[in-house]
């Protein structure tokens, strides 16, 4: 079955802490992404992924780190969380056909910064 | 600065009755739109897109319309079912952003059985 994985579903954690919340796709897809969702902003891009090895910053990516060592796997690092952190993330794939190609989203993760 | 604007964080509608959802954007470079539905717990799913170029592209039930002059596009469901009920997201990219996608705010739509 295609899909996007993350891990974990939920995390709860204090200020400081560092986490990774791993993301894994399976459908050979070039581009990957990550998303944040917050009450009243929709999802804004973090960061994203057109291959291996290659990554850049999206709209909101202060305070986070990503990378890309293989196709598949796309981890969002949090070097040093805090509270402003908290959200629902997102990870997606697409094949890089160019704009307008759907992107597949993982079933989310939602960290809570304390 | 809120690109792509979904209005009514709410629709209710009852079921075998069409349900509309609209958008509208204020940057002129998007080139395709793309709406997205999202159950609870989910993460999202793609239902429907256009490009630019077209101001109309049906999938079964869903239409997407598209007004270029007034920057706003709408999702019909025709007729809505109650599995319909979902956070429904427009979404836009430009050909040349990354194929970034920046999404509205989100609509709920409740259908009444």
């Known amino acids: 079955e295609a899909q996007v994985t993350q891990n974990p579903r939920y995390l709860i954690t204090v200020t400081g802490k560092k986490l990774t919340v791993t993301c894994s796709q399976n459908m050979n897809h070039e581009y990957m992404s990550w998303y944040r969702q917050d009450p009243g902003l929709g999802l804004r891009q973090i960061y994203y992924s057109m291959n291996v090895e290659v990554t850049d910053k999206g709209d909101v990516p202060e305070g986070y780190k990503v990378s890309r060592k293989e196709k598949r796997n796309f981890p969002l690092i949090l070097e040093s969380p805090s509270p402003n952190q908290t959200s629902l993330y997102f990870c997606?794939?697409?094949?890089?056909?160019?704009?307008?190609?759907?992107?597949?989203f993982g079933d989310g993760t939602r960290l809570s910064i304390l | 600065d809120q690109q792509v604007k979904q209005n009514s964080p709410s629709l209710s509608v009852q079921e075998g009755r069409i349900s509309i959802l609209n958008c509208d954007y204020t940057n002129s470079m998007f080139d395709y739109f793309l709406w997205y539905k999202k159950y609870p717990a989910e993460g999202p799913t793609f239902l429907i897109s256009?490009?630019?170029?077209?101001d109309k592209n049906e999938d079964g039930r869903f239409t997407v319309f598209l007004n270029k002059s007034a920057k706003h596009l709408s999702l019909h469901i025709v007729p809505s079912q109650p599995g319909d009920s979902a956070v429904y997201f427009c979404a836009a990219s430009e050909v040349f952003g990354n194929e970034k996608l920046t999404f509205g705010t989100g609509t709920r739509l409740t259908i009444i059985p």
């Open positions: 997606a794939s697409s094949s890089s056909g160019g704009a307008g190609q759907p992107q597949h």
């Open positions: 256009i490009s630019s170029i077209k």
